[in-house]
């Protein structure tokens, strides 16, 4: 019996706060370069560990979004999710992969549906994309959105175990450190590319090769026996 193995690569660097906010802005417009809002590391709220990104809008109004720096966009398919969670009042997390050409001029997004969020639990809100409809993006943000549909302004919320891969369905959440279960596999491995926490990361994953699959992979799925 052999061992099918499937290789995943998440993309962003500081998927959940582990050590600082490093690599992250808080803003109020979608397409601010430099942080307009309230972010720090929290230890009071976790998913996968006790830590996440805080922010506390202080523009006026109520929304914020929390994105990363820009990275190198390549035209594929890909999945983004991140987990958030509010602290009162009625909220909605939405997703975005924004493009911005080589001179870092914005050129528009990808979005996701709205997902209703609580005080009580955590909401994962997830987007998977086809190549952007933009020919001239070189960069993209990962960024994800919250809103208040009944306004409270300047109400906490926290967003932690951000993943963003190739690939058309949301998978599990991975980062170098750790792995949630990931259908009938069994997590081999997980490491980072570079500094742990600042760098892309990886997961192994394994499965005897006589069980049922259930689905198909995709994305950057490595097979071997």
């Known amino acids: 019996m052999g061992t099918i193995q499937v290789i995943r690569q998440n993309l962003v660097a500081n998927p959940r706060a582990t050590v600082n906010t490093t690599g992250w802005i808080a803003t109020f417009f979608f397409d601010d370069a430099t942080s307009t809002e309230t972010l720090v590391r929290s230890t009071a709220q976790g998913r996968s560990s006790n830590t996440s990104f805080a922010v506390t809008p202080i523009t006026t109004g109520s929304d914020a979004y929390l994105k990363t720096a820009k990275m190198p966009y390549s035209f594929d398919s890909w999945s983004l999710s991140a987990y958030f969670k509010v ?46 409809p933009y020919p001239t993006a070189t960069q993209c943000e990962f960024a994800i959105s919250v809103h208040a549909s009944h306004p409270t302004p300047h109400v906490e919320f926290f967003v932690t175990d951000c ?63």
């Open 87 to 132: 602290t009162g009042g009625t909220w909605y997390g939405i997703m975005h992969q924004q493009y911005y050409n080589a001179g870092g001029t914005y050129l528009g997004a990808q979005s996701s549906a709205a997902s209703f969020g609580s005080s009580s639990a955590w909401t994962r809100v997830a987007l998977n994309t086809g190549p952007a």
């Open 163 to 225: 993943l963003m891969e190739q690939g058309s369905t949301t998978k599990a959440f991975f980062d170098g450190d750790s792995a949630d279960t990931f259908s009938t596999y069994a997590t081999l491995n997980t490491g980072w590319f570079g500094t742990a926490n600042a760098s892309s990361s990886f997961a192994e994953f394994g499965i005897a090769s006589a069980q049922n699959l259930g689905s198909v992979l995709d994305g950057p799925d490595v097979l071997g026996f």
